[in-house]
């Protein structure tokens, strides 16, 4: 989703926690700066709820003690920085039913103590790039997270440049994430699900 920053004054995890501004705006906490969460456009959130659905259908099929959940539901701590707190919202979150059943009263926020999530998703926008590409490997892979997809699907970038169209695939190796990206009709290895065969085409377009 689109970010800018909108407060320069630093906060920590817990007032994060308990912001609000009297808009219905959501932030991201980047190592102690506010960053607010877009209005995301209406492919990027067809792309959220196409592999949230199809991560749903494979978690029934398989039995697992899993759900997938999208757009905000679910935050996930990152280890401080300096002093700085930075806490992420993934764009889909694969967690455990039973860790999403304990938030049920309190903030859903997957703390560092807790299990880390089997497998977290970021759509990439316009002006995200580095955020997701960067920031956001560095600090899943410090969390453990064995995998991570990144979807880039957009026309162009920040600089009006065309965009690589492509999912990125990093899977957690020996503390470091192993890369692999697929384009147009290649299909993706989740190792998540091993069985889900979907084309990159199918996923940036967000349809079978």
């Not at 969390?143 to 690589?164: A, E, S």
């Not at 699900?193 to 377009?205: C, R, S, V, Y």
Request: aromatic share 8%; hydrophobic share 40%; with cysteine.
């Amino acid at each position: 989703m689109m970010t800018t920053t909108v407060a320069p004054q630093l906060v920590t995890f817990e007032e994060w926690l308990t912001y609000e501004d009297g808009t219905d705006t959501r932030y991201e906490l980047d190592r102690g700066v506010l960053v607010e969460v877009g209005q995301a456009r209406g492919r990027h959130g067809d792309i959220m709820e196409f592999l949230s659905d199809q991560f749903k259908a494979e978690i029934a099929r398989l039995g697992y003690p899993w759900v997938s959940k999208m757009g905000g539901q679910v935050a996930v701590r990152v280890p401080q920085v300096g002093r700085r707190d930075t806490s992420r919202v993934p764009d889909v979150v694969v967690l455990p039913r039973d860790q999403w059943e304990s938030m049920a009263d309190r903030e859903a926020v997957i703390e560092l103590h807790e299990p880390e999530p089997p497998l977290v998703v970021e759509v990439v926008s316009t002006g995200t790039e580095i955020t997701d590409h960067r920031k956001k490997r560095a600090e899943y892979n410090i969390v453990g997270i064995p995998c991570y997809v990144l979807v880039d699907w957009t026309n162009v970038d920040q600089n009006k440049k065309p965009v690589d169209k492509r999912v990125t695939v990093l899977t957690l190796c020996e503390g470091l994430y192993d890369e692999e990206v697929y384009r147009d009709e290649q299909v993706v290895f989740i190792p998540t699900f091993p069985d889900l065969k979907l084309t990159a085409n199918q996923i940036i377009q967000a349809k079978l």
